[in-house]
């Protein structure tokens, strides 16, 4: 609503709508206060016109959420003032969307860039890669890329660069620039193999904030922002994403002491932290990539901390599947509807 909204105006706007609250807002889109059902109603009890400005009953300080804040955590800190309905503005004081008590209706857009990296040879599937690249396998009708590609549009990411190398014709014809899934698409040639961190260097000079780097053979619900999150509260210059993996000796286990037996343990299973494929980079480490070499991502993760700063873990405990095998890919497609809630 404009500052020289009445309250007749806004009643028909909020009636017509469905969060019972209507934004004021100047010509640049900056929120300038919030009317609610309530505010209306005593302006009238104090018996003002239907033709008052809503600037006379506008809240002009209302609770707002910043964007990097989760929707979730704002709504279990405002719902016990008896705030339903919190406006989120940027840096600037301009509105991007709305929190509610049913969480996030709409996802914001984010700018966080997110680097799919999809140039492998999927050598361990052939000979379903052999025409076909790995990420364009088809879990029920939908293409593994696809299905990456369109949970991330639903987290609010827009800004989306694939890597490609091997049958990158398949995946650009099909993708083309993104604009059909409502995202922005753009293309990082590899005229050779250069690992899983290589690619990368090309971004040099086109990024100015932390970024998501995904490996797209994996299926998984994790929520990219809350990655993003824990990235900047850390402060850290690459957070990694990992999972427990589980597996269990067939065997009894001797430790032994020269020859004596110190204890038999039957059948033990080991637990490790592996990496699940998921990063977040700050733009600076894009400086430590060779250009045009073959660089993996545990050589730049290592190259980090040479240079002195700090590596994060995030646990991943939502499902993840790394489609690398057959059986893999059997289990996804078994599993489908897991997997297409987007």
């Known amino acids: 609503m404009a500052p020289a909204a009445t309250l007749l105006d806004t009643i028909s706007a909020i009636n017509k709508g469905a969060k019972q609250i209507a934004l004021v807002i100047d010509a640049d889109g900056r929120l300038l206060g919030t009317v609610t059902d309530g505010d209306i109603r005593r302006g009238l009890l104090r018996g003002l016109l239907l033709e008052t400005p809503i600037t006379e009953v506008m809240n002009s300080r209302p609770h707002v959420a910043r964007l990097e804040e989760d929707g979730q955590e704002v709504m279990t800190r405002e719902i016990p003032q008896l705030i339903h309905n919190v406006p989120v503005v940027d840096a600037d004081g301009r509105v991007v969307g709305m929190y509610t008590d049913e969480d996030l209706v709409t996802p914001l857009e984010i700018s966080t860039p997110v680097v799919l990296m999809a140039g492998g040879k999927g050598v361990r599937l ?6 076909v690249p790995k990420p364009m396998l088809k879990i029920g009708d939908t293409p593994i890329l696809e299905i990456i590609l369109r949970k991330l549009k639903s987290q609010g990411f827009k800004n989306v660069f694939i890597s490609v190398n091997y049958l990158a014709d398949v995946i650009i014809d099909h993708v083309k620039d993104g604009a ?16 899983t961190a290589g690619a990368l260097g090309q971004l040099q000079g086109s990024v100015n904030e932390p970024f998501i780097v995904m490996n797209s053979d994996l299926l998984t619900n994790v929520d990219f922002r809350s990655v993003v999150r824990f990235h900047k509260k850390h402060q850290a210059k690459a957070t990694l994403g990992v999972r427990e993996y589980t597996f269990q000796i067939p065997y009894g286990v001797v430790n032994i002491e020269g020859t004596e037996v110190e204890s038999i343990s039957e059948k033990p299973i080991h637990r490790s932290m592996v990496s699940a494929g998921i990063y977040a980079l700050d733009p600076w480490v894009l400086g430590l ?22 590596v994060s873990a995030f646990p991943i405990h939502e499902s993840w599947l790394d489609i690398g095998r057959h059986d893999d890919l059997n289990d996804a497609r078994n599993n489908l509807e897991h997997w297409l809630d987007y």
Do not use: A
């Not at 052939?126 to 025409?131: A, F, G, I, S, V």
């Not at 899934?181 to 690992?195: A, F």
């Not at 990539?289 to 545990?298: T, V």
């Open 289 to 310: 990539i060779p250009q045009g070499e073959y660089c993996d991502m545990p050589t730049l993760l290592d190259m980090i901390k040479s240079n002195g700063q700090k």
């Open 180 to 195: 059909w899934l409502g995202l922005n698409v753009t293309y990082l040639h590899e005229d050779k193999p250069l690992g």
């Open 126 to 131: 052939y000979p379903l890669t052999k025409d």
